[in-house]
Structures are given as structure tokens and as C-alpha cells.
């Protein structure tokens, strides 16, 4: 491909976005094909001669846009989406473009200090206190393993890394059964392992950790010989938005001297928004934190920003410093590969500078202070209609509801049959979960396009086809 033909098939490929994004609501939001066809449409072997774009594109448009899940569709109501407001697409073109290897200052100094600027403002946009640094990973699941570590090694004093694991004391670390299940990998991969995760019991409307149980644990942990290194809360778990009461965490923490991690991957972008601050009240006394930008913001995936209170611990913990990648001439600079497990670091900071810049704070305020709007004004007309149950009551944007079977019909088969049924329609996309071991069937609002006839449009179509199930 000569430059003539990158500039003719970027405008054909921005065209093309253009004209998809303005078709979504006239797609299935999830498509309807078997597992294998797709596989079975491209051809066995690699092509030995060159093949031209034309037949490249027409095969992009027949073989693979049918298998897509619409991420972008506005009727998207199941996992929480991961956006891409149509400005963070553009700043995302120029990063591929000019395809840099942003692992250190001197690799792209504008990254690295963009980087540095946009995280304060996203700092500054949260309410968070001066004293948090920042860094951009992929995800919420590597910001959680980077604490994990930093915890490990912490409790380790600093031997973990050195030593390995064989013969020191063993690690405990602390949370509810509502966090995420990348908290479970980060403990894997840091070999501390799945059994000692210690679940503590959880109560009241959010799911929220019981910190006289939490405290009651740690103590007994370390009268059995055992090193008690950290405890993840989380602020919106995946299935319900289960949340923790962050100040009583912390508070326990603190008592026992360990480190504390905050999940808020989907649920931190409400912070933006004074109002709902009070669902992670004394997060300025966490370690770290976690929220990703490419959900409910619009940021296009991959825009996780993890704030830090003592950088230098995540530093210590992660860095590794051969001649080849040092600054020569340069001290006190930031390389914020040595922040990050992976060396490798895209251009991230610059989508979520576009972002901001585009939309301002108070239209990103705006638009999740309508999706909570929506989320809890469809829980309203679901809790009114006959047959329906709310399970869980909305979490920001989140909640989770059933519908009741006639005598005689498992709840949870005919729930199951429901959310398929309504997958299969296409016109919405909802997923599934289980609350006190039952099916339940969760709703959340946070696409970036969705408006309030979209979420019509779900209560119409799951009553009817409710309806249609008897």
C-alpha cells in the first residue's frame, strides 16, 4: 500500500465508521449466528499473492460484520459497554498512525507528559485530594494487579520480588464476593493464590463487606502465623454494583497496617458528578484506585487510569532498569513503563485529551446523570407491572430484576429462557446474574448514544416478550 492508497482507504474506512455508527439502531445488537460460521467463511490457508483492498473490504462487510456484537449500539444494556465517543475514535486514528512506543520519556516525551497533565485532570475531576499521582494502564484487571503486587511486596518487605514465595510467611488478602473476577487472576498471577483471597460476608442494600467480620479475620490471619497484605473494596461490583463503605475499610486498614485497593472500574465515571461522591466516601485514604475511562466516559478502549497514593512503592515494586532503557542525562523524569507491568505502553492519554476537551465535564455530567435517570425510572415501571420483581434496587445506572413463573416452572429456567429470548429478538441486549444463588436479570445504562426512547424501547420489549413466555 503506497501513501495514495493509505489516504483513499482512510477516507473509505472514516466513511464507513461514519455511515455504521449512523445505522446501529437498525441492527440486531447481537448477532444472530451459529459458533463456527464465521470460522467456516475464511478460507483454510494464509493467501500466497497479494490480494486486492477492494476484495479485502467487500470480505471485511460479508464475513465479518455479520458476526459482531454492536458495542456501540444504543440499545447495548448488558455488560457495562466499553464506549468510543466518536472524537476518542479520532484521536485513537492518529495514535495508529503515528504508532508510537510510549514505555518511556524519551520515546514520545509529549505522551508521557500528557499523560502526567491528563491524569490530574481526571484527578481534579473526581474531587480526589492533591497528593494522588497517576497512571494509564490497559485495563482495571492490570491496575489490579499492579496493586496486588505492590501489596505483596510491601508486606514482603520488598523480599517477593527478590526471594520468590517458597518459605515466607503466607499472604492473605481481603475482599468481598462482589468484586470483579479480575481480582481473582491478579491473585493467581501474583502466586498469592485463590485460597487465600479471603471472602469476607457482606450486608445491607449494597452487598457492602462486613468490617467487623473484615477486622475479626485479619486479626485471627495473623494469630495463625499468617501475613495479612491488603484488602480490595470495590464502589459498583460487576453483578449487582455491590459497594463497600470505603471509610470503615480504610479505617481497618489503617489499624492493622495494610494496603488498600479501590474497584471502581465502571462506577468511579459518576464521581465526575458531586452528587454521587458519597458512594466511595474516604476513598482520599486509599492506596490506589481504579476506573476506566472507556466505559461509562467514552474513551475508546484500552483507558483505565489508576491513581496511587505513594508512587514510588508501585515503582519499586514493578520497575526493572537495564542500561538500554535509561535516560541518560535526564533525572527526576517520569518512564511510566516503570508503572506498568507490561513494558510496552500505547499513546492512551491522548483520546481521553480529545475527549474531555470535546464534550467539557458538564455535558460527560449531563449525560450519566441521565442514565441513572433512565436506569431508575425503568426499575420504577418494572416494580409496577405484574409479574415483575425487582431484585436489586439501582446502583447509579445498575439493577437487576426477575420475572415471576407461573406455578409449576423453575424460576431460573424460565429466567434464563427470558433473557435469551430477548437476546434473540435483537432489538436490546441484556445479560444475566445470580443474586442469593437465584437467576436475576441485570439492566444497566451507559451508552454513550443512549437516549430515553431507547430505554422505552427496553421495557416495551421486555414486557412483551415476558408476556409472550407466559
Known amino acids: ?146 496493586a496486588v503486587l505492590t501489596m505483596r511486596e510491601r508486606a514482603l518487605d520488598w523480599q517477593g520480588n527478590l526471594k520468590g514465595l517458597h518459605g515466607q510467611p503466607i499472604l492473605r488478602v481481603y475482599s468481598s464476593d462482589q468484586v470483579h473476577t479480575s481480582i481473582d487472576r491478579a491473585i493467581w498471577v501474583s502466586g498469592i493464590g485463590e485460597d487465600n483471597l479471603v471472602r469476607v460476608p457482606v450486608s445491607g442494600r449494597f452487598r457492602a463487606m462486613d468490617v467487623a467480620a473484615l477486622e475479626a479475620v485479619i486479626v485471627a490471619d495473623r494469630e495463625a502465623g499468617m501475613l495479612p497484605a491488603g484488602i480490595i473494596a470495590c464502589v459498583g461490583g460487576t453483578s449487582t454494583g455491590g459497594t463497600d463503605d470505603i471509610a470503615e475499610v480504610a479505617a481497618v486498614a489503617k489499624r492493622q497496617g495494610l494496603y488498600v485497593h479501590v474497584d471502581a472500574a465502571w462506577a468511579g465515571s459518576a464521581m465526575i458528578c458531586p452528587e454521587y461522591r458519597h458512594f466511595w466516601a474516604g476513598v482520599e485514604h486509599a492506596d490506589s484506585i481504579v476506573f476506566n475511562p472507556h466505559k461509562w466516559l467514552g474513551a475508546q478502549f484500552d483507558c483505565s487510569v489508576q491513581f496511587i497514593r505513594r508512587p514510588e512503592d508501585l515503582v519499586r515494586t514493578l520497575a526493572i532498569k ?11 523524569i517520569i518512564n511510566y513503563s516503570e508503572w506498568s507491568v507490561p513494558l510496552g505502553r500505547r499513546f492512551r492519554a491522548l483520546k481521553l485529551w480529545f475527549l474531555l476537551r470535546a464534550h467539557g465535564l458538564e455535558n460527560l455530567r449531563s449525560m450519566i446523570r441521565n442514565h441513572v435517570a433512565w436506569s431508575e425510572g425503568l426499575a420504577e415501571r418494572l416494580a409496577g407491572e405484574p409479574d415483575f420483581e425487582i431484585v436489586t434496587e439501582p446502583m447509579l445506572s445498575l439493577f437487576s430484576f426477575r420475572h415471576l413463573a407461573a406455578a409449576g416452572i423453575d424460576s431460573d429456567e424460565h429466567n434464563l429462557r427470558l433473557v435469551n429470548a430477548i437476546n434473540n429478538d435483537g432489538r436490546i441486549y441484556l445479560t444475566q446474574t445470580r443474586v442469593g444463588g437465584q437467576v436475576a436479570i441485570r439492566f444497566q445504562v451507559g451508552q454513550f448514544d443512549t437516549t430515553a426512547a431507547d430505554v422505552d424501547t427496553a421495557f416495551e420489549v421486555v414486557t412483551e416478550i415476558a408476556r409472550g413466555l407466559g
Not at 478460507?43 to 500466497?48: D, Q
Not at 537495564?322 to 535516560?327: R, V
Request: glycine share 6%; with cysteine.
Open 322 to 332: 537495564p542500561d538500554y532503557l535509561k535516560t541518560h542525562g535526564r533525572d527526576g
Open 1 to 146: 500500500m503506497n501513501n495514495d492508497d493509505f489516504r483513499q482507504w482512510s477516507r473509505r474506512a472514516a466513511d464507513w465508521g461514519a455511515d455504521y455508527r449512523n445505522s446501529l439502531r437498525e441492527r440486531p445488537v447481537r448477532p444472530l449466528v451459529e459458533p463456527g460460521d464465521i470460522f467456516r467463511s475464511v478460507e483454510t490457508s494464509p493467501p500466497e499473492a497479494a490480494e486486492p483492498m477492494d476484495e479485502i473490504f467487500a470480505d471485511f462487510e460479508q464475513k465479518i460484520l455479520p458476526g459482531m456484537t454492536h458495542w456501540q449500539h444504543p440499545r447495548f444494556f448488558a455488560y457495562f459497554p466499553a464506549n468510543a465517543a466518536p472524537v476518542s475514535v479520532v484521536a485513537e486514528y492518529l495514535v495508529s498512525v503515528m504508532a508510537a512506543q510510549c514505555m518511556l520519556w524519551q520515546t514520545s516525551p509529549a505522551a508521557t507528559e500528557l499523560e502526567t497533565r491528563v491524569v490530574d485532570w481526571m484527578r481534579q475531576a473526581l474531587g480526589l485530594p492533591e497528593g494522588f499521582s497517576g497512571v494509564m494502564q490497559d485495563s482495571a484487571s492490570s491496575a489490579t494487579l499492579a
